[in-house]
């Protein structure tokens, strides 16, 4: 079985102008992973599926990760110059001053997909693929014409986390049903407050319930929530 | 169109409208069956158009048991996911802990000790030859012979839902395994009692076989029916039974090793022509392999603890990482794929379900063929709907 860096050199003689990036587990299970640019994640799929020693004819796992935005905060040494008496003297000074500095790291969808051989018995292979961003620019390259068991997975995904599959021959919502809008594995997601039953109804779902329904009367409508 | 040529059409074309849409084809027929149809184990609807009794397309219909479990486990603690996972594929709850242990097990690099290693592998091999007899008597079932066989699997299925009972407290919901071993230790009567279960099972294959393998009703329904292709197989990431009756060797005990299955000898059985029957035969020849396994287990089983007393069960946090542990279920590939941010909960939780990946080429099986024979290869595929939906 090849190392990651080795199938990393691989991939990039094989199909020029792929950009693969390596992403280490810290993991004691030691599965790294690739980043593929989704651009041409297609041929590296091919190359990976027919290729003669990697032999990757089995993509086992499929599935969604969601990255919110987050904020960083982080330390910066900044130069900063200031008004200062030195000797009995005014003077402006350049002092090194620490400041903290918040910005949003945009997140993104990633997919991450577990292959191995069975042909050669060995694996997993994992790859990762991301999107740009969390909202409109959710495209990724379909791989059910590479491997068919994607096919279900991919719709799971796009169920769940809203990835768009470019390429699925049939990519509709799998688990929930037609119509629904929202995607309920996004970290992000909120349960819609218009539940109809509760096994035990206690203090907080009953407060929901009533709060929905006085929403409800004040619009005037009915069957708002994620279900509209 | 004649039914042949458009047979052959849509065999080859990627691009089939959804199946409730009016497309021309005045004269098919559409039928939803399920999502109550009895033949359906549970809530699952597919899809038919039919011309006259042959299918001409097949949609299979998910999520009416959705209660998204992923979601559910992302939210609480590590080991709270563990008796939810006794509800994935509720016939064999002792796989599903197994492959969780083992994914979390890789996630911390946690060792098993050797008495709990033996016990995983007993109970894994006893939940597989339940499983594969029930399966077996739901596909007779389906096949019209009402009850009666169901009966003579459900019969020993019941010796070995007593051995779970008396050892974890329940016979379907075992919630039996934790991180780096298993909860409770087996005394020397548990392992007597299992030990007469098994002497006794040969002896209920071979009952089972003796009535079932050369009936002619049997043969003419099953032979040359769903037919799967090897090639279709591996690249629809069909797994299990599925696949090695389609004649692909691949059997994750025998690849992957995990616990000690490297100590046991034992065959993998494979099928010729990847129909109905190759599947009923391999899971029947795979009951009596897990026989000898268990013969082994049960003779080899060391002393020691069943858990290492240090590991950490209250306040457990994996360190940041991931990782992605399989384990060969009575169904296939179960795998479950865990990223670790250093909190309490899980950051993801994915589960691989076989069934629901094994479903993945039901159209291509069922295409051509009556209906009543989608009812036997939907069968033969031996799905659990809390696994296919979750």
New interface residues.
Partial sequence: MKTVEEIKAAIETAVPGAAVEIVL?????G?HALRLAPGNAVEVAKFLRDDAELAL?????L?G?DWPDREVTEKVKVARTVTKTVDGVEQLVEEPVEETRKHIEPGCLEV?Y?LFS?AK?HG?V?LRMRTINRTDQVELPSLT?I???A???ER?VFD?YGIVFTGH??L??????EGFKDH??RRD?VDPDDFEYEPTPHDAVLARAAAHKAAQVSAGQEGTGAAG | MSSSTLNAEKREG???P?IMEPDGEAELLEVAMGPHHPSTHGVFRMDLALDGERVIRLKPV??YL?R?H??IAEGVSYLASMPYTDRLDYICSLTNNWAYALAVE????QEVPERAEYIRVILAELTRIQNHASAIGFLIQEMGASGTPLMYAFKEREKILDLFESLTGSRMMCNYMRFGGCRVDVSAAWLDDARKVVAGLPSFIDEFENLLSGNEILMARCQGVGILRPD?A??????GPMLRGSG?N?DLRK?DHYGIYDRFKFRVPLGDHGDVYDRYMVRILEMRESVTILNQALKEIPGGPVMDPKAKIRGFR?????????IEAPKG?L?F?L??DGGPNP??Y?V?PPS??N???LEDMCLGSNVADVVLIFGSVDIVLGEV??
């Fill in positions: 587990n810290p993991s004691p299970s599965q004819d089995f993509l086992s796992n599935t990760v991450v577990h069975i018995k997993p994992v014409p491997w068919r068991s096919e279900l997975q799971e769940l021959p049939d509709r919502r799998l688990l929930m049903w309920p594995m997601y | 990627w691009n089939r959804p998910f999520g959705h998204n992923e979601k890789k996630l911390t690099g279709l591996v690249n629809a990431g069909i797994t692909v691949y690849v994996p360190k940041p990482g991931e990782a992605y542990g399989r590939e795998g794929y990223i670790s950051y993801r994915r691989r629901l990946i479903l993945t080429v939906d979750r």
